[in-house]
Nanobody, 118 residues
Framework: QVHLVESGGAFVQSGGSLRLSCEASGIIFGNYNMGWFRQAPGKERQLVAYIETTGTRTNYDDSVKGRFTISRDGAKKMTYLQMNSLKPDDTAVYYC???????????WGQGTQVTVSS
C-alpha cells in the first residue's frame, strides 16, 4: 500500500522558487508513474506535473509549463517538483500521487502548503 509524504512548501514572494519533495514507500517505485497535484481554496484538485516510470517522459499543465520541472530518483524513491517564477495563483496545497497503470492511488499524503505573496 502506497504511503506518500510531501515536504518543502513555504511562504515565498512572487517570482521566487521552491523545491517540493515527495517520499514514497510501500511500493515498487519503478513500476509507478508519479504526479504532482495542487488544490487551491475552493477549487478542485488538479494535476500539474507528471512523470512516467523511467523519468524520460514528462507532462505539465499549461499553467505551469516552462516554470515547473518534475523529476524522480528511483534509488531514493523520491519525486521532486522544482518551481520557479512563482505567482500568487500558484498558492495551493501540493500533493504527490502514484499511478499504477491508469489508476492513481486512493492514499493521499498530507500535502505541503505553498503560499506565494504578490
Amino acid at each position: 500500500q502506497v504511503h506518500l509524504v510531501e515536504s518543502g512548501g513555504a511562504f515565498v514572494q512572487s517570482g521566487g522558487s521552491l523545491r517540493l519533495s515527495c517520499e514514497a514507500s510501500g511500493i515498487i517505485f519503478g513500476n509507478y508513474n508519479m504526479g504532482w497535484f495542487r488544490q487551491a481554496p475552493g477549487k478542485e484538485r488538479q494535476l500539474v506535473a507528471y512523470i512516467e516510470t523511467t523519468g524520460t517522459r514528462t507532462n505539465y499543465d499549461d499553467s505551469v509549463k516552462g516554470r515547473f520541472t518534475i523529476s524522480r530518483d528511483g534509488a531514493k524513491k523520491m519525486t521532486y517538483l522544482q518551481m520557479n517564477s512563482l505567482k500568487p495563483d500558484d498558492t495551493a496545497v501540493y500533493y504527490c500521487n502514484a499511478q499504477y497503470g491508469r489508476k492513481w492511488s486512493d492514499n493521499w499524503g498530507q500535502g505541503t502548503q505553498v503560499t506565494v505573496s504578490s
